[in-house]
């Protein structure tokens, strides 16, 4: 795979822009800006919401170096890859937001590489999409509303802070319900609850016993959400990249080759895209040729059972946005 090179005062300055952009993005991603569901909510007591279409933050490397050699790093735990598959670095891609938009959603399950799709438990296919994910091999999660800073609305049936256990209990079911099959879930929104110890107990008391991993996307710099998850025996990992958090080709070209080089470095990475025309378009041509460079796509799930990484969290002298940033 060919090297790129970076002048050296860049690592410098990439980082304080980024660690400005995480700040930002984490404030945008659950504000967002808002577009009409063009499916009903269907649950009890449903009605008609808008979506936030997300925005999105990275949360490690934001530019792209182009010396590999002199691109200093923090240091990172040891990593066993998933095996059986190559040896190639691997790529965990999830597609948030499955079912908020029917054309682009089924587009995205169109994907040709092994991908995770992460479907909103309150919309209206949501079932559908679930049998249409199975169907396709691939594998299902449950992108599982919960509460924001801010007033950002997560929409109908979110987990919040303060809910009993028997009300997140039955959230949980619920959302199973509609997405029946998941292996996993991940948190759409949630920059307050997943800074909330209290809460992240309760959630993770109750899911211990329902067979799910849980995927930290990472919506707040200071997450607690992944090591939570593990503390109650909960296969746990946290996104490292968002693909899309400006809706541009050439911003979401460059993180696509984010995630080349911190697959290369660490020898995987997670990587968080929606279901975008820009987004898409540029997965559509970049999959086949990170394929063909030696690059492995698994599906979240795959890789946790198979490498059990423990969750790696910042140091209390890292800044989001750095190299090695927040988990």
Do not use: C, K
């Given at each position: ?7 050296s005062?860049?690592p ?5 822009i ?64 998933a ?25 995205a399950?169109?994907?040709p ?70 292996r996993?879930?991940?948190?759409h929104m ?13 959630l ?124």
């Amino acid at each position: 795979m060919p090297r790129r090179s970076i002048n050296s005062a860049m690592p410098i300055l990439a980082g304080s822009i980024a660690a400005m952009a995480f700040a930002m993005g984490a404030i945008a991603h659950d504000a967002g800006y808002r577009r009409g569901l063009s499916l009903a909510v269907e649950i009890a007591e449903a009605e008609r919401i808008e979506a936030p279409v997300f925005t999105g933050l990275p949360t490690r490397d934001v530019f792209e170096p182009t010396d590999r050699e002199t691109f200093t790093r923090l240091a990172e735990p040891a990593v066993t890859t998933a095996t059986g598959r190559g040896d190639g670095p691997v790529i965990i891609l999830v597609m948030d937001d499955i079912g908020a938009e029917e054309a682009r959603s089924m587009r995205a399950l169109d994907l040709p590489a092994d991908i995770s799709f992460a479907i909103l438990p309150n919309t209206e296919l949501a079932p559908e999409f679930a049998v249409a994910v199975r169907g396709r091999g691939r594998e299902a999660l449950i992108h599982m509303p919960m509460q924001p800073q801010g007033d950002g609305d997560p929409g109908p049936n979110a987990l919040m802070a303060g809910q009993s256990e028997d009300q997140v209990r039955s959230v949980l079911e619920w959302a199973i319900s509609r997405v029946p099959g998941a292996r996993g879930f991940n948190n759409h929104m949630g920059s307050a609850l997943t800074l909330d110890v209290a809460a992240m107990d309760v959630l993770f008391t109750q899911a211990e016993t329902l067979g799910l991993y849980f995927l930290d996307s990472v919506t707040a710099p200071q997450s607690i959400a992944a090591e939570m998850a593990e503390n109650h025996g909960i296969l746990a990992a946290s996104r490292d990249i968002f693909i899309d958090h400006v809706n541009e080709l050439d911003a979401i070209e460059a993180q696509l080759r984010a995630i080349e080089f911190e697959a290369e470095t660490r020898g995987h990475a997670i990587a968080i895209g929606h279901p975008r025309d820009l987004t898409l378009q540029a997965l559509e041509a970049w999959i086949p040729q990170a394929e063909a460079d030696g690059f492995r796509f698994v599906t979240l799930g795959d890789w946790l059972a198979e490498t059990r990484e423990p969750v790696r969290l910042a140091s209390s002298g890292e800044a989001p946005g750095f190299p090695g940033g927040s988990d």
